[in-house]
């Protein structure tokens, strides 16, 4: 275990369903980001918080919501997706401004497939 | 064996041989490079980083480094073994407001043969 724990492992829903991937650190970080891994394509960043506030939105569809209601956790809200958003989606942790020596602190992920 | 930069997604070795794997870089402003490892069903996990005024640094059997010339970055691992196995990502970071933002390259997929 990194020390970021995501839930759940893995997700199958419909492109008509209402869902919420979970994401915990213990680290003491106060910065958390959710990502997207697509098959052959780099990470790609889709929000930043910082200290619970969010400080970046890498365009990304209004379909996908994150909450942060604390510096330990944060959600990912998902509705009516659609079956291109079928990814890895990755949570990381950092202390603020994410300049530390060990980078961001990773979770493994929530595969989701959308049907 | 040797990598080319992102355009060879796959680099395979033999147990025990170096490997070394090659990142091109685009932002001639980041402050800091990572390389990270993300094994089968996990996460990427940091490896190693550089800053951007040094040219080498070494860790446990790795080795990375930086050509700020010609925006290139490479990962040496030496005696490479099974359990090296993974994707391999650079990192570019710059500062952006009150984070530091990384730009992830696409990867390299490290398979090692016993």
């Known amino acids: 275990e990194t020390g970021v724990t995501q839930t759940p492992r893995h997700l199958v829903m419909g492109m008509t369903n209402k869902k919420s991937l979970k994401c915990e650190q213990h680290l003491g970080h106060n910065a958390m980001y959710w990502y997207k891994q697509s098959a052959k394509k780099p990470l790609e960043l889709m929000f930043v918080?910082?200290?619970?506030?969010?400080?970046e939105n890498n365009s990304v569809p209004s379909r996908f919501s994150p909450e942060c209601p604390n510096s330990s956790h944060l959600f990912l809200h998902l509705h009516t997706l659609q079956p291109e958003d079928s990814a890895l989606y990755l949570c990381?942790?950092?202390?603020?401004?994410?300049?530390?020596?060990?980078?961001?602190?990773f979770g493994s992920g929530t595969r989701l497939t959308v049907v | 064996g040797e990598s080319v930069g992102l355009h060879l997604p796959t680099l395979s070795v033999q147990e025990g041989d170096n490997s070394i794997i090659n990142c091109a870089y685009s932002?001639?402003?980041?402050?800091?490079f990572i390389w990270y490892k993300q094994e089968s069903g996990k996460g990427p996990q940091f490896i190693i980083d550089?800053?951007?005024?040094?040219d080498k640094r070494q860790g446990q059997r790795v080795t990375v480094l930086l050509n700020k010339t010609v925006k290139h970055l490479s990962l040496q691992i030496a005696a490479t073994q099974p359990g090296d196995s993974a994707v391999y990502f650079c990192a570019e970071n710059k500062r952006s407001g009150g984070s530091y933002i990384p730009t992830f390259g696409r990867g390299t997929s490290l398979i090692v043969h016993p």
């Open positions: 918080y910082n200290f619970k506030e969010q400080t």
């Open positions: 550089i800053r951007s005024n040094m």
């Open positions: 990381a942790s950092s202390q603020a401004g994410g300049g530390t020596a060990h980078g961001y602190t």
């Open positions: 932002n001639s402003a980041s402050d800091y």
